[in-house]
C-alpha cells in the first residue's frame, strides 16, 4: 500500500499564491507517476499536473500552464504544486493520486489517493 498524505491549501485571494504538498510513503516502489486532481462542488475530478516518479518529467492541463508548477523531493518523496495568479476558478478540493503511468490523466488510472485538501480562492 502508498499512504499520501497532502498538506497546504487554505483561503487566497485572486492572484495570490499557494503551495500544496503530497508526502508518499510505504510501498513507493510501485509508484511510477504522482499527480494533482481537483474537485470543486458539483463538478467531476479533474487533472491539474503530474509529474514521473523521477521527478524529470511534467505535464500540465491547459488552463494552469504558466501558472502551476509541480515538483519532486526525491529525498523526502514528497510533490509539489506551486500555484500562482490563482484565480476564483481554481477554487476546488485538490488531491493528490499515485499509479504506475505518468502521463496518466484520468482518475481511474491512479490506485491511491490523499484525503484532500481546500484550495479557496477570492474574488
Known amino acids: 500500500q502508498v499512504q499520501l498524505v497532502e498538506s497546504g491549501g487554505g483561503l487566497v485571494q485572486a492572484g495570490g499564491s499557494l503551495r500544496v504538498s503530497c508526502a508518499a510513503s510505504?510501498?513507493?516502489?510501485?509508484?511510477?507517476?504522482m499527480a494533482w486532481f481537483r474537485q470543486a462542488p458539483g463538478k467531476t475530478r479533474e487533472f491539474v499536473s503530474g509529474?514521473?516518479?523521477?521527478?524529470?518529467?511534467?505535464y500540465y492541463r491547459n488552463s494552469v500552464k504558466g501558472r502551476f508548477t509541480i515538483s519532486k523531493d526525491n529525498a523526502k518523496n514528497t510533490v509539489y504544486l506551486q500555484m500562482n495568479s490563482l484565480k476564483p476558478e481554481d477554487t476546488a478540493v485538490y488531491y493528490c493520486?499515485?499509479?504506475?503511468?505518468?502521463?496518466?490523466?484520468?482518475?481511474?488510472?491512479?490506485?491511491?489517493w490523499g484525503q484532500g485538501t481546500q484550495v479557496t480562492v477570492s474574488s
Open positions: 510505504g510501498r513507493t516502489s510501485v509508484v511510477y507517476g
Open positions: 493520486a499515485a499509479g504506475q503511468s505518468w502521463e496518466a490523466i484520468m482518475p481511474y488510472q491512479y490506485n491511491y
Open positions: 509529474i514521473n516518479w523521477r521527478g524529470s518529467n511534467t
